[in-house]
């Protein structure tokens, strides 16, 4: 989709009702609801995340970037998400972490992002983080920095290609918790998005699509 067009459609977003945990729970996890009520009490005390879903202009077309994570000991190793990360004392609120972990795992310069709404946060039991995501747009065409230690890969994914129906499917995936099971999951890159990225992904689509 033509960059331009997308910013002046975009933009009536703000305005728009969340489409909230109805939308999340189409690319859930089979056995999510069940962890949740399993950690109902610890939810209570989650530690607290920001992340960015970040729109920009690549050749005139609209693009969307998403990092691949270094493989390490940890229960994200490997996966695909959303550039962001933990809340910091110092952090005046979520968007503002979103914001900062952005530039420091893309190099994207804060200044240049407009952020134009905040989503429906999302609880993620294997880590206990309830995480904040936010849509933004960048007019600048940004020059990505990775951030070596934490981030493997960048994934610069077609807004068409990531609107596409036939982009999601159910996968076999092993989970953290040691079990291989069927899931749905965006296929973005070649990618497989699945867990709780894919969650607010399936979000993050529903608003688009109320506005494109």
Not at 17 to 33: D, H
Not at 72 to 94: C, I, M, T, W
Request: charge should be negative; proline fraction near 6%.
């Amino acid at each position: 989709m033509n960059f331009e067009t997308f910013i002046k459609s975009v933009s009536k977003i703000k305005n728009l009702n969340l489409p909230g945990e109805t939308s999340q729970f189409k690319m859930s996890p089979p056995f999510r609801e069940h962890l949740v009520e399993e950690n109902r009490e610890k939810m209570k005390y989650a530690k607290k995340a920001g992340v960015m879903a970040l729109f920009y202009p690549k050749r005139e077309t609209t693009y969307l970037i998403l990092i691949l994570r270094k493989t390490y000991r940890g229960v994200h190793s490997a996966q695909v998400g959303f550039p962001g990360g933990k809340y910091e004392d110092n952090d005046p609120n979520l968007e503002f972490t979103a914001l900062r972990e952005t530039q420091e795992e893309v190099g994207v310069d804060i200044d240049t992002v407009d952020v134009l709404k905040a989503m429906t946060p999302l609880y993620i039991p294997p880590s206990n983080f309830t995480v904040a995501p936010f849509l933004g747009v960048t007019t600048i065409t940004p020059n990505f920095v990775k951030q070596d230690e934490e981030v493997e890969d960048l994934i610069e994914v077609k807004l068409t290609d990531f609107l596409n129906e036939n982009h999601t499917k159910d996968v076999s995936v092993m989970t953290s918790y040691e079990r291989e099971l069927e899931v749905p999951a965006f296929i973005l890159n070649g990618h497989v998005v699945w867990g709780a990225t894919a969650m607010m992904l399936s979000e993050l689509k529903d608003l688009l699509k109320m506005v494109l």
